[in-house]
């Protein structure tokens, strides 16, 4: 091999090792995901994509499908049976691990894009008429740097507090969920909420007119006021919420069990108008097990799912408030017997375990992870559904058919949301031939925004598309049938099939 010949190869060589690191770096980089905005350490890849297409304004069909398999079920018709006629119920290990879902959009400040909103599914069971399936979300992802939306973080209220537990306004206390500024103003897109509580600086009223469907003021536009809203299901028509009693702010919270003299000052300063908003805080009950309030962590969720970072308890004994608001996450109520009025319950990790914490500064500005229901036979009913083929019966018969005579059924026909009919409106066809029949979604479907895929063509709708209905010729088989060893004769048949 001569001198210039290694030179060449060892030269080929290089450049075949070059190319491999580039692509291992640039793998690297690709699967690398940016963990100050998520709940857990990283957040999971493979989320279903979103369940709800913006720009036609219909849920898709493949995607509330995939959350069913994720469930066990065959699909989401299955899944919805299951639930409302079965009775079936699951929290957040029915879901198989690190499950989450997009729905939903909001504004990223930071990216100045529009970004699909992640949540967890963490239960499924029917709504209190026993007639459709509820699927809870939990917000999945939070920018802990603030930065995203003007919702990632939020002062419990307006910024003040009381000292005294029975001071109060309008009959409520400063950690009354009802009049806090984190559900009337950083969720629910708001304006009313109490504030001026005696101590502490308060914040400066939003700056814009609410209620707004501005995207780019407010993150959770979509269930509040937007496109969303119709789909979502307030905590008052879910059974399993509506009966929680363990701590304040609960729906049926009869007082503590612990503290009646406590109780006694403060038992009707927790109404209960939250239970008709589209989005709200989680309680500790849904997220936590505690056996001196026999909370029963309904929601079964995995420490890297409540979570949004680490830190230990030293870094709150430093009275560095940045280590709270970059790591605790607001729940709706607090311990049952705490004489100071001002604490909130909280979530946060310390040693790899998930605690709950009583927060005693309502004035903190820490993470905000809330919860919708979504009512998924109200989204079936908003996919947008496969239009219809040509079909064609398997025959002549000599006999009027019509759609009931196909031997099966064709995979874009659904019974319970569609009905069938030829359109000159005759009620059957005996001759071969291609009819035009026609496929109208009904009217109770379509009232909810069922409708057909694709553009309507000449004398469609959105609702109603045509499609050829077909009979095939009569089939004619010869026979021929020796009559006699010196005679034949040809005897043709008939057959009908």
């Known amino acids: 091999m001569t ?3 290694r030179k060449i190869i060892f030269l080929c060589q290089a450049i075949v090792i070059c190319i491999a690191l580039i692509l291992v770096s640039s793998i690297v980089f690709i699967g690398k995901t940016d963990d100050t905005a998520s709940a857990y350490a990283t957040l999971p890849s493979g989320a279903i994509n979103n369940l709800y297409d913006s720009n036609k304004e ?6 509330l499908d995939a959350i069913a398999k994720k469930a066990s079920y065959s699909d989401i018709d299955a899944m919805i049976k299951g639930v409302v006629t079965n009775g079936d119920v699951k929290n957040s290990t029915g879901f198989g691990s690190n499950t989450t879902i997009k729905l939903g959009t909001y504004y990223n400040l930071a990216k100045n894009a529009y970004e699909d909103l992640v949540w967890i599914p ?18 999945a992802s939070v920018d802990t740097t603030g930065q995203a939306s003007k919702q990632e973080r939020s002062t419990w209220t307006d910024g003040t507090y009381a000292q005294d537990y029975t001071t109060q306004q309008n009959g409520m206390v400063c950690n009354s969920y009802d009049g806090s500024y984190i559900r009337n103003v950083t969720l629910n897109n708001g304006s009313s909420y109490l504030g001026n509580w005696g101590q502490g ?16 003021k407010n993150k959770f536009v979509d ?8 789909f979502i299901v307030t905590p008052s028509q879910v059974p399993w919420q509506m009966a929680q009693d363990m701590l304040q702010n609960d729906p049926s919270w009869q007082g503590s069990k612990v503290n009646s003299s406590y109780t006694d000052k403060v038992l009707n300063c927790y109404p209960t108008s939250w239970t008709q908003d589209k989005i709200w805080l989680p ?10 309030h026999t909370c029963k962590d309904l929601w079964k969720c995995s420490k890297e799912q409540k979570t949004i970072g680490h830190r230990t308890q030293a870094d709150f004994n430093n009275g560095d408030e940045d280590a709270y608001s970059k790591t605790i996450v607001y729940t709706r109520n607090g311990g049952p017997n705490q004489a100071n009025i001002q604490r909130v319950c909280s979530i946060y990790e310390e040693l790899n375990e998930v605690l709950a914490f009583n927060v005693d500064f309502l004035y903190l500005s820490c993470a905000v992870r809330p919860a919708i229901h979504l009512n998924l ?3 079936l009913a908003a996919c947008a559904i496969d239009a219809p083929k040509d079909v064609s019966v398997s025959g002549y018969t000599g006999l009027e058919q019509d759609f009931s005579s196909l031997t099966t059924a064709p995979d874009w026909y659904a019974e319970s949301l569609m009905s069938v009919a030829f359109e000159d409106g005759s009620t059957g066809k005996i001759e071969n031939g291609e009819y035009d029949m026609i496929a109208t979604i009904k009217k109770e479907a379509a009232e909810k925004g069922l409708k057909f895929k694709g553009d309507p063509g000449a004398g469609e709708t959105e609702t109603s598309r045509k499609f050829k209905f077909k009979i095939p010729k009569k089939k004619i088989v010869e026979m021929f049938t020796c009559l006699h060893a010196h005679k034949s004769a040809i005897s043709p048949e008939v057959q009908m099939s």
């Open 3 to 5: 001198k210039t010949n």
């Open 58 to 63: 219909v849920f898709i069909r493949d995607n």
């Open 122 to 139: 963490v239960y499924l069971a029917k709504d209190k008429d026993g007639k459709n399936a509820v699927l809870t979300l939990w917000l």
């Open 201 to 216: 600086t308060a914040v400066a009223p939003p700056d814009y007119p609410y209620p707004t469907k501005d995207k780019t």
């Open 223 to 230: 269930f509040t006021t937007g496109d969303l809203s119709d």
């Open 283 to 292: 309680a500790m009950d849904d997220l936590f097990e505690h056996s001196s």
């Open 377 to 379: 036979n109200a989204a």
